[in-house]
C-alpha cells in the first residue's frame, strides 16, 4: 500500500512537471540612457531698420549735395533719381525741378548769340525711398547750331535772371546758372570746332 502511495504521489508529480508554466525570464536591467539636451537655437537678429535722415539741420549746401548724389543722366535716356536698393533718403521730400532748355546758335556781324527757350519742366516732391524717372523731351536739339541743357534744382521754377547770363561755346561748355539752387548740370552743345558763321547761316537761324 505504501509503495502504491509512493507511486501516486510520483505520478501527479509528473503530471504537475507537465503541465506547470516555465518560471517568467527576467531581462536584465538596462540602465537608463543618459538625458540629451538639445541647445535652444538662438533666435536669428532682425535686420536693423533704416532710418530716414533728418534735413531740419541741413544747409542749402548740404540738401543741393544730396540731391547732386540722387540724379544719374546718359544720353540716350531719361534723368533717373535715386538708385534701386540703395537706402538713402530723407525724412522729409524735398521740392524739385527737372527742366530742359533748346539752346539755338546765330551768328551776326561775326559775333555768336543763342537763345534758351525752356523746352520742358517737370515738377516732384523726392525722398529717395523709391527711384523716379523723368522721361527726356522729344524737341530737343543736338546739331551744329543748337543744343540743350538740363538742369536739377530745388524750389520754385529759376526766373530769367538766374538763367546763365553766357555760355561758353570754345570747348569749355561750361554752362554756370546765377543761381544757388542748382544741385545738378547737364549740356550737349555743338563741338567746339564749329564754324558757326557758315554752319548756323545755312541752317537758317540768322534773321
Not at 542749402?60 to 538713402?88: C, F, M
Not at 524739385?96 to 555768336?112: D, E, I, P, Y
Not at 515738377?123 to 543748337?146: A, E, H, Y
Not at 539752387?181 to 564754324?195: C, E, G, M, N, W
Amino acid at each position: 500500500m505504501f509503495k502504491r502511495a509512493a507511486a501516486a504521489v510520483l505520478i501527479l508529480g509528473l503530471l504537475n512537471g507537465c503541465t506547470a508554466e516555465p518560471a517568467p525570464v527576467t531581462a536584465p536591467a538596462v540602465p537608463p540612457s543618459p538625458a540629451v539636451t538639445t541647445a535652444a537655437s538662438s533666435p536669428a537678429a532682425s535686420p536693423t531698420p533704416a532710418t530716414c535722415k533728418d534735413t531740419k539741420g541741413w544747409s542749402a549746401d548740404d540738401t543741393l549735395s544730396w540731391v547732386r548724389q540722387q540724379v544719374t543722366y546718359k544720353i540716350p535716356g531719361n534723368v533717373e533719381l535715386g538708385t534701386p536698393g540703395r537706402i538713402d533718403f530723407v525724412c522729409k521730400p524735398i521740392g524739385l525741378q527737372v527742366q530742359f532748355w533748346n539752346v539755338k546758335v546765330s551768328t551776326a556781324l561775326g559775333s555768336v548769340s543763342y537763345v534758351m527757350p525752356s523746352s520742358q519742366r517737370k515738377q516732384i516732391s523726392f525722398d529717395g525711398r523709391r527711384p523716379m524717372t523723368v522721361k527726356t523731351p522729344n524737341d530737343l536739339q543736338s546739331t551744329d547750331c543748337g543744343g540743350f541743357v538740363m538742369a536739377v534744382y530745388t524750389g520754385a521754377p529759376l526766373t530769367d535772371d538766374e538763367l546763365p547770363e553766357s555760355i561758353d561755346f570754345s570747348g569749355l561748355k561750361d554752362v554756370k546758372f546765377r543761381s544757388d539752387r542748382v544741385a545738378y548740370v547737364f549740356s550737349q552743345l555743338p563741338p567746339a570746332d564749329t564754324d558757326f558763321s557758315s554752319k548756323c547761316r545755312q541752317a537758317g537761324y540768322l534773321g
